[in-house]
């Protein structure tokens, strides 16, 4: 099987279980994916089940270093980069890397700095940042100023659109974020780094999250962060949008022009 042409992070919204990681990683590496998206810190709306924090890293690290692959996960803290860092060093070899990303709710740009302190001098982390959640350009585009001026090198830097949250916003599809896409491709140009879109965030429901990967299809962006999950029925957090493993072949089929598994043999 070919490399696929977009770069492509997947796996679950949260971890959950190193059962339902290995099933994950199992189907996505068989595919060609090399970024595996896992959370084990979540913030969550109203209270609830918030992940299993530190306790899920060494899981995530055993379940996806020793085949090469890449884990992908977000970190609010620079308490939790740290441990992120001392984790993969005891973990990893030398050349094994990870991506943190900042997520929507994380607007706090002195953990921000924090955070960049910790890892700007570490040449294998990846930093992802997303737009923040409401609806306003110059907050994205300060983020990225945040980051850079503290010393954050732009080759190791992806920006990821997840939507606005719709506010009083008109909302006709009845989306769990609007999405911006010539917003997106106007400060991809800005920034002059990849651009990435977080369709799972923005469909909220995973009939959704297909029609905006189409919709995407217009517009040049770099790499997907989507959301799959073994057994969409148990999932602990945002069931109605991870993707099936199914529906996640469609998904790369789609944004990839990926030929699916069965074909190929
Ligand atoms: C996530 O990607 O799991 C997430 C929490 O997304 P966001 O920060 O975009 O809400
Ligand atoms: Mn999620």
């Not at 302190?117 to 306003?136: A, G, R, T, V």
Request: charged letters at 25%; proline letters at 5%.
């Amino acid at each position: 099987m070919g490399e696929l042409k977009k770069t492509i992070i997947a796996g679950p919204c949260a971890l959950e279980s190193l059962e339902q990681l290995s099933e994950c990683v199992q189907f996505l590496k068989a595919m060609g994916i090399r970024f595996i998206r896992a959370s084990l810190w979540k913030p969550r709306t109203s209270p609830a089940w918030d992940g299993l924090g530190i306790a899920g890293l060494p899981m995530l690290l055993e379940a996806t270093l020793s085949d090469g692959l890449i884990p992908c996960t977000e970190i609010l803290t620079a308490h939790q980069t740290q441990l992120i860092v001392d984790a993969l060093k005891y973990y990893g070899k030398k050349d094994s890397s990870m991506l943190l990303w900042i997520g929507a709710r994380n607007q706090n740009h002195f953990e921000q700095r924090l955070i960049i302190e910790i890892i700007k001098d570490c040449p294998n982390i990846l930093f992802m940042f997303k737009n923040q959640l409401w609806y306003d350009k110059k907050h994205w585009m300060g983020i990225f100023e945040h980051i850079v001026q503290t010393g954050f090198p732009a080759e190791r830097l992806i920006a990821c659109h997840r939507g606005f949250s719709p506010g009083y916003h008109e909302n006709k599809e009845n989306l769990r974020n609007i999405p911006e896409f010539e917003m997106s491709m106007e400060l991809k140009n800005h920034f002059k780094i990849p651009m990435y879109l977080d369709p799972s965030h923005i469909g909220g429901e995973r009939a959704k999250v297909i029609e905006i990967a189409k919709q995407s299809l217009a517009y040049d962006f770099d790499g997907y962060l989507v959301e799959v999950h073994p057994n969409v029925q148990s999932a602990k957090t945002d069931k109605e949008q991870q993707l099936t493993l199914e529906q996640f072949e469609h998904f790369v089929e789609l944004v990839d022009k990926w030929e699916p598994l069965a074909k190929v043999a």
